[in-house]
């Protein structure tokens, strides 16, 4: 499962990027960058360097989650699990279940958040060209996929450590 998400993030990076390289000339000079609430805009700037950090999140992100999992294998002091102490006095072959459920939990959460950025850069574009007044449906259903995902394996990551333990 992790190679199925790891191949999907890399699609969404791709078509996310290509999206937001050629939407930019469309972009009025004057986009929102901030959302209460209610999905209204309350803050509006210039098409510029807040948009493009935030088109590039996905990417930071994607290597901030994988990177943070592959310290966390060499550098045991990042983890914080519980009964932490029996699962690193386990052998390797014994752990490996766990840090494999870990891999997929980094590698699912990074296309929940690759999809919740874009699909934020999808609303400031729909807002800013007057094709929407506010936030879209899609970027609830991405809020929503990522918080469900974040369950879901925090119940993985439990039994899969559980199991580890014995």
Same mark, same amino acid.
């Given at each position: 499962?992790?190679?199925?998400? %790891?191949?999907?993030?890399?699609?969404?990076?791709?078509?996310?990027?290509?999206?937001?390289? @050629?939407?930019?000339?469309?972009?009025?000079?004057?986009?929102?960058?901030?959302?209460? %609430?209610? @999905? !209204?805009?309350?803050?509006?700037? @210039?098409?510029?360097?807040?948009?493009?950090?935030?088109?590039?999140?996905?990417?930071?992100?994607?290597?901030? +989650? =994988? @990177?943070?999992?592959?310290?966390?294998?060499? =550098?045991?002091?990042?983890?914080?699990? $519980?009964? *932490?102490?029996?699962? +690193?006095?386990? $052998?390797?072959?014994? !752990?490996?279940?766990?840090?494999?459920?870990?891999?997929?939990?980094?590698?699912? +959460?990074?296309?929940?958040?690759?999809?919740?950025? %874009?699909?934020?850069?999808?609303?400031?574009?729909?807002?800013?060209?007057?094709? &929407?007044?506010?936030?879209?449906? #899609? %970027?609830? &259903?991405? #809020?929503?996929?990522?918080?469900?995902? #974040?369950?879901? =394996? #925090?119940?993985?990551?439990?039994?899969?450590? *559980? &199991?580890?333990?014995?």
């Amino acid at each position: 499962m992790k190679k199925i998400f %790891f191949a999907l993030n890399a699609v969404i990076l791709a078509a996310g990027a290509v999206w937001c390289f @050629g939407v930019w000339n469309g972009l009025p000079d004057r986009i929102p960058v901030l959302f209460g %609430f209610d @999905g !209204q805009p309350d803050r509006w700037t @210039g098409k510029g360097g807040e948009l493009i950090v935030l088109m590039l999140m996905p990417f930071f992100m994607s290597v901030l +989650l =994988y @990177g943070l999992t592959a310290l966390a294998r060499k =550098y045991t002091g990042l983890l914080n699990v $519980p009964d *932490k102490e029996k699962l +690193l006095a386990l $052998p390797a072959e014994k !752990q490996e279940p766990f840090w494999q459920m870990l891999w997929e939990f980094m590698a699912a +959460l990074s296309v929940t958040l690759s999809l919740l950025f %874009f699909s934020l850069v999808y609303s400031v574009a729909q807002v800013a060209r007057g094709a &929407a007044s506010g936030l879209s449906w #899609i %970027f609830l &259903a991405a #809020i929503g996929l990522m918080f469900l995902c #974040i369950i879901v =394996y #925090i119940v993985r990551l439990r039994r899969a450590l *559980k &199991a580890c333990i014995g």
